[in-house]
T-cell receptor
Framework: AQSVSQHNHHVILSEAASLELGCNYS??????LFWYVQYPGQHLQLLLK??????LVKGIKGFEAEFIKSKFSFNLRKPSVQWSDTAEYFC?????????FGKGNQVVVIP | NAGVTQTPKFQVLKTGQSMTLQCAQD?????MSWYRQDPGMGLRLIHY???????DQGEVPNGYNVSRSTTEDFPLRLLSAAPSQTSVYFC????????????FGQGTRLTVV
């Protein structure tokens, strides 16, 4: 079964700082990779996804992620965060007909 | 577009009570799934369905039942609620497979006392 690891579960940073969240997965087959965001009190929304092709994918709200197959990683980045980026971020990987999530990164952006 | 609709949004149960969490989607998605979200644990798959009449277990199925009689609906039943089932429950549906891009409902916050 696939598994997903996310590090630095709590991140606090100031507006305009850069953000990078790490995601590593383990799965032997072809994978599709996702980042979801959950704003306070809301449901999960898709931020971006990788199915195939260009390993650098761009999502909504200025987020991007890079798939590095050799490192089994799919790290999320944003060059300059805003207060409204305060949320919990989940990396997810599909395989074997299931979508597995990491434990999430709680990101707090201080104005 | 309603998307994925879950009811109720909040529920308090006593230990031993049973209840059904409702989930409906209007996107004609074949695949539906239930997750529970607990602090520091991410989302864990409870049960999923690849189509009407077909269901299977996820990571944490114990204490829960599901059925899928129609494409639109995928209810989750708690047979005898326990405090360990206090959680936020999310229903999701997808159009390409239970392991691909999923659309989530607003969640049900369940407390078992």
């Amino acid at each position: 079964a696939q598994s997903v690891s996310q590090h630095n579960h709590h991140v606090i940073l100031s507006e305009a700082a850069s953000l990078e969240l790490g995601c590593n997965y383990s799965y032997g087959g072809t994978v599709n990779l996702f980042w979801y965001v959950q704003y306070p009190g809301q449901h999960l929304q898709l931020l971006l996804k990788y199915f195939s092709g260009d390993p650098l994918v761009k999502g909504i709200k200025g987020f991007e992620a890079e798939f590095i197959k050799s490192k089994f990683s799919f790290n999320l980045r944003k060059p300059s965060v805003q207060w409204s980026d305060t949320a919990e971020y989940f990396c997810a990987v599909n395989g074997n007909n299931r979508l597995a999530f990491g434990k999430g990164n709680q990101v707090v952006v201080i104005p | 577009n309603a998307g994925v609709t879950q009811t109720p949004k909040f529920q308090v149960l006593k230990t031993g009570q049973s209840m059904t969490l409702q989930c409906a989607q209007d996107m004609n998605h074949e695949y539906m799934s239930w997750y529970r979200q607990d602090p520091g644990m991410g989302l864990r798959l409870i049960h999923y369905s690849v189509g009407a009449g077909i269901t299977d277990q996820g990571e944490v199925p114990n204490g829960y039942n599901v059925s899928r009689s129609t494409t639109e609906d995928f209810p989750l039943r708690l047979l005898s609620a326990a405090p360990s089932q206090t959680s936020v429950y999310f229903c999701a549906s997808s159009y390409r497979g239970v392991g691909t891009e999923a659309f989530f409902g607003q969640g049900t916050r369940l407390t078992v006392v």
